[in-house]
């Protein structure tokens, strides 16, 4: 299986809002509802955001939100702080026991 | 509180076997309710799945590592292992290893608890 595509980069100002885009096919994305969000610092572990396409887990702020249409998944994060700015990777079921990573997104802010 | 926590050499030579072990602390690996996995991340590039383990022992691995790698589960130790062979300086990477929750029988496919990593260079 091919991994997911995400855009490379993504930026904004501080308060302001930018979308994160996770595009698959229909045999990952477009079929199951198991996408979910993850932020990485640099030299940290990942830290899941979203899960199940649209649920937060206990203690992430709801300025993060998730999304799907067909094959695309987004991640949006609201109101942008410093804090925020780190790396973000999107996984899908994939069908068959199997689950793949999206490329990963930079994300700055200005 | 539970937590995870990676071990093993950091330097592995080509062609040997990567062995690397995760303790599980703060609960029990031995829970209905969480599958446990490895993930690894090159230098610079994107996470991969590697594999992931049912404290009774069921295994589900990424088909394009599964030739090579085995996970293992040691309850009495609280521990859960990944063992890659024939490794090359493409397996060279950080290894994760992290919780999956389950609902009874389903696995829900999202990672929502990783040990901190371990670099694992493979270099003769």
């Known amino acids: 299986q091919s991994a997911l595509t995400q855009p490379p980069s993504a930026s904004g100002s501080p308060g302001q809002s930018v979308t994160i885009s996770c595009t698959g096919t229909s045999s990952d994305v477009g079929s199951y509802n198991y996408v979910s969000w993850y932020l990485q610092h640099p030299g940290k572990a990942p830290k899941l955001m979203i899960y199940?396409?649209?649920k937060r887990p206990s203690g992430v702020p709801d300025r993060f939100s998730g999304s799907k249409s067909g094959n695309t998944a987004s991640l949006t994060v609201s109101g942008l702080q410093a804090e925020d700015e780190a790396d973000y990777y999107c996984t899908s079921y994939a069908g068959g026991n199997n689950v793949i990573f999206g490329g990963g997104t930079k994300l700055t802010v200005l | 509180q539970l937590q995870l926590q990676e071990s093993g050499p950091g330097l592995v030579k080509p062609s040997e076997t990567l062995s690397l072990t995760c303790t599980v602390s703060g609960g029990s690996i031995s829970t209905p309710n969480s599958y446990w996995g490895w993930i690894r991340q090159p230098p610079g590039k994107g996470l991969e799945w590697i594999g992931i383990i049912y404290y009774r022992g069921s295994t589900y691995y990424n088909p394009s590592l599964t030739s090579r790698v085995t996970v293992s589960v040691d309850t009495s130790k609280n521990q859960f292992s990944l063992k890659l062979s024939s490794v090359t300086a493409a397996d060279t990477a950080v290894y994760y290893c992290?919780?999956?929750?389950?609902?009874?029988?389903?696995?829900?496919?999202?990672?929502?608890?990783w040990g901190r990593g371990t670099l694992v260079t493979v270099s003769s």
């Open positions: 199940e396409v649209t």
């Open positions: 992290a919780r999956l929750d389950s609902s009874g029988f389903s696995i829900n496919w999202y990672f929502d608890l």
